[in-house]
């Protein structure tokens, strides 16, 4: 089975960064893994377009976690594009609900009130999951021979998926925008480190991280001890 992985970078507002999303092509289709924020959604869809996504050959959208930064576009492809939309059950309240913050601990009122204007999540990008992932879930009905990991730390119901190749895409889990290293924000430190040593466990060549260029894992825990 020939599977490619193709990274769309898209910038966030005000100058905030960029985020990836991830298109998995595979011999019978597609399958994006997040969405970017809605403030870039002609980007988004002029990438998909590029590499040949479209209604019919789109198997799956799956939500790495339930940051407006990744889920932006999810309600929006789920119409236009007639796809199922999947994430684990413990961020379903973030998109449900339009907060971010619904399950994590106690954050900002400030942060709380503007994230959804700086990313751009609004009533119409609200949005129930048709599908719920979990540990070790695989995901060959999709096409696509690979498995997700329940990845816990940056948020309640973070997972990734590892392919059979040993790629990883890890969500927010980790990331690569000073060096690759455990993401800057985490909602529970222990918990992230918990999943980091999963990981360690684990036949990966690869990590695609949310923020940042890939990076092999080798360099990660060199890097990291």
């Given at each position: 089975?020939?599977?490619?992985?193709?990274?769309?970078?898209?910038?966030?507002?005000?100058?905030?960064?960029?985020v990836?999303?991830?298109?998995?092509k595979?011999?019978?289709g597609?399958?994006?893994?997040?969405t970017g924020?809605?403030?870039?959604?002609?980007?988004?869809?002029?990438?998909l377009e590029?590499?040949?996504c479209?209604?019919?050959?789109?198997?799956?959208?799956?939500l790495?976690?339930?940051?407006?930064?990744?889920?932006?576009?999810?309600?929006?492809?789920?119409?236009?594009?007639?796809?199922?939309?999947a994430?684990?059950?413990?961020?379903?309240?973030m998109?449900?609900?339009?907060?971010?913050?619904?399950?994590r601990?106690?954050?900002n009122?400030?942060?709380?009130?503007?994230?959804?204007?700086?990313?751009?999540?609004?009533?119409?990008?609200?949005?129930?999951?048709?599908?719920?992932?979990?540990?070790g879930?695989?995901?060959?009905?999709?096409?696509?021979d690979?498995?997700?990991?329940?990845?816990?730390?940056?948020?309640?119901?973070?997972?990734g998926?590892?392919?059979?190749?040993?790629d990883?895409?890890c969500?927010d889990?980790?990331?690569?925008t000073?060096?690759?290293?455990?993401?800057s924000?985490?909602?529970?430190?222990?918990?992230?480190?918990?999943?980091?040593?999963?990981?360690?466990?684990?036949?990966?060549r690869?990590?695609?991280?949310?923020?940042?260029?890939?990076?092999?894992?080798e360099?990660?825990?060199?890097?990291?001890?």
């Open positions: 089975m020939t599977q490619e992985i193709i990274r769309i970078n898209l910038s966030l507002p005000y100058r905030m960064g960029s990836n999303c991830y298109l998995l595979t011999d019978t597609c399958i994006l893994i997040d924020c809605s403030k870039r959604r002609a980007n988004l869809d002029e990438e590029s590499a040949g479209e209604s019919g050959n789109l198997k799956l959208i799956i790495t976690h339930g940051d407006f930064d990744h889920t932006g576009n999810a309600a929006y492809l789920r119409e236009k594009l007639e796809v199922k939309v994430m684990h059950p413990d961020d379903s309240g998109v449900e609900r339009g907060n971010m913050f619904w399950n601990k106690k954050s009122f400030l942060i709380r009130m503007i994230a959804p204007v700086l990313f751009g999540f609004g009533k119409s990008e609200r949005f129930k999951p048709d599908l719920y992932l979990d540990d879930q695989s995901l060959s009905e999709y096409g696509l690979a498995k997700v990991l329940y990845l816990p730390g940056h948020s309640r119901g973070s997972i998926i590892l392919t059979a190749d040993g990883l895409i969500g889990l980790l990331e690569n000073d060096g690759p290293g455990l993401n924000i985490m909602d529970d430190p222990a918990t992230a480190y918990v999943s980091i040593e999963k990981l360690k466990q684990l036949s990966i690869t990590v695609y991280p949310g923020h940042g260029e890939p990076f092999l894992m360099s990660f825990i060199k890097n990291n001890r």
